[in-house]
């Protein structure tokens, strides 16, 4: 497994290097053969009146993305509970994966692999400044823009990689009518669908 391991506002030191490279290792040596690559990036609030120091995973599996984030006071302990929550998440994956294959016989695991696959960038476009000199401008401070690919799945499979993700919805294309729907999860329970009107 690819470990990649970036900081934001803090060193890596080899000591956080090595106990988040140990603490991973062991919440995901059952489901080795399932990842192919992990991002981490460990963070400390710059506001020193906050103590908030994030640990978040991002996890590539068969073509599913998984990730998990904690926030404490600590960073070893913010590594130690996201390791945890990563664990919890991949079993209950994995657990998907094989009552897949029960209720549907044998396919190929390409096939299974509902997830998209974020490319992470953002448009940058070039304008020359005061000096004549060319430098990227991002777009709006206000908009963040994610390109990834979206294979057609079902509404099951869109719900499944929304639990993995950790977010509150999930944009996926339906397999059925190849529409762009959003798939969320509702305050009270349960989930909902945005879809486009005929």
């Known amino acids: 497994m690819k470990l990649l391991i970036h900081g934001r506002n803090l060193e890596i030191t080899q000591a956080i ?4 490279r140990d603490k991973l290792s062991r919440a995901v040596a059952k ?5 192919s690559e992990a991002n981490v990036h460990l963070s400390v609030a710059r506001n020193p009146s906050v103590q908030q120091q994030t640990a978040e995973v ?17 960073l070893y302990a913010s ?9 919890r ?18 396919r190929s695991s390409g096939d299974n692999a509902p997830g998209a696959v974020l490319n992470g960038s953002s448009e940058a476009i070039a304008r020359l400044d005061e000096q004549g000199q060319s430098r990227p401008a991002l777009p709006t ?13 079902t509404l099951d499979q869109a719900i499944t990689q929304l639990e993995l993700v950790d977010h509150d919805f ?6 059925e009518d190849k ?18 009107r005929s």
């Open 31 to 35: 489901f080795e053969g399932l990842i």
């Open 141 to 153: 401070p206000a908009v963040r823009r994610k390109y990834f690919a979206m294979p057609p799945m």
């Open 170 to 175: 999930y944009v996926f294309r339906d397999r």
């Open 17 to 20: 290097s090595d106990y988040t």
């Open 179 to 196: 529409q762009i729907r959003v798939v969320y999860r509702r305050n009270h329970g349960g989930y909902g669908v945005i879809e486009p």
């Open 89 to 106: 998440q991949l079993r209950r994956y994995k657990e998907r994966i094989r009552d897949h294959h029960r209720a549907e016989g044998n």
């Open 58 to 74: 991002t996890v590539f599996a068969n073509g599913a993305i998984i990730r998990a984030e904690e926030r404490s006071e600590n």
């Open 79 to 87: 590594i130690d509970l996201v390791s945890s929550k990563l664990s």
